[in-house]
Nanobody, 126 residues
Framework: QVQLVESGGGSVQPGGSLRLSCAVSGATSSTNCMAWFRQAPGKEREPLAGIYRGDGGTHYVDSVRGRFTISQDNAKRTVFLQIDSLQPEDTATYYC???????????????????WGQGTQVTVSS
């Protein structure tokens, strides 16, 4: 059974950086694709970035390209999301997710995104 556990969230000032981690256990072919999403209060959940665990290929939504970086460790047991130049609008709960096909796990649908973490809170304020 796949388990995804996020960590690394917290409170930061505007302009700061955070690196979120997602520990992956029980990995199978259902975790070929890993993705990060976020959901701000009163807003819909949105995809941010995805990574293909086989060769590390990545995909970003246009709104975060250049400021967010998704990566994985060499053992492929942890997926990271580096967030730079944090702004108050980045305040949200950030979720790690997995699915069998890259980059379709970024869709967030039941068919394409089979497993979710519990989320980690990021708050950006001065």
């Amino acid at each position: 059974q796949v388990q995804l556990v996020e960590s690394g969230g917290g409170s930061v000032q505007p302009g700061g950086s955070l690196r979120l981690s997602c520990a992956v256990s029980g990995a199978t072919s259902s975790t070929n694709c890993m993705a990060w999403f976020r959901q701000a209060p009163g807003k819909e959940r949105e995809p941010l970035a995805g990574i293909y665990r086989g060769d590390g290929g990545t995909h970003y939504v246009d709104s975060v390209r250049g400021r967010f970086t998704i990566s994985q460790d060499n053992a492929k047991r942890t997926v990271f999301l580096q967030i730079d130049s944090l702004q108050p609008e980045d305040t949200a709960t950030y979720y790690c997710a997995a699915g069998p096909r890259f980059p379709f796990c970024m869709l967030g649908t039941r068919a394409d995104t089979s497993d979710w973490g519990q989320g980690t809170q990021v708050t950006v304020s001065s």
